[in-house]
Nanobody, 124 residues
Framework: QVQLVESGGGLVQAGGSLRLSCAAS????????MGWFRQAPGKEREFVAA????????YYADSVKGRFTVSKDNTKNTVYLQMNSLKPEDTAVYYC?????????????????WGQGTQVTISS
């Protein structure tokens, strides 16, 4: 199967930047689309961004469009989420997810593999 491990979370001030990483291992050849989700305290997990297998196609939630950039390095089996102009409302646990499909999925139930998450906290 596929294992996903996120890293790069932390505490930053509003307006700052963070870069999250998600390293995939195991049967990485079956991975198609990869995505980022987040879950704030007391809220449901929500879609943030997705990237195609090739890394060419991306899709973003409206709330992060223009501030976040998703990319991937297939030589390292790693996906990144560059987060700029961070806001307190970006505070959440961020999860990496992977699917075998080729569509840029936005629904949680469309992703088969999940990481354990990394905490991002933005102070005002």
């Amino acid at each position: 199967q596929v294992q996903l491990v996120e890293s790069g979370g932390g505490l930053v001030q509003a307006g700052g930047s963070l870069r999250l990483s998600c390293a995939a291992s195991g049967r990485t050849s079956i991975i198609g689309t990869m995505g980022w989700f987040r879950q704030a305290p007391g809220k449901e997990r929500e879609f943030v961004a997705a990237v195609s297998r090739s890394g060419v196609s991306t899709y973003y939630a409206d709330s992060v469009k223009g501030r976040f950039t998703v990319s991937k390095d297939n030589t390292k089996n790693t996906v990144y989420l560059q987060m700029n102009s961070l806001k307190p409302e970006d505070t959440a646990v961020y999860y990496c997810a992977a699917d075998r499909g080729v569509l840029l999925a936005t629904g949680m139930d469309e992703y088969e593999y999940w990481g354990q998450g990394t905490q991002v906290t933005i102070s005002s």
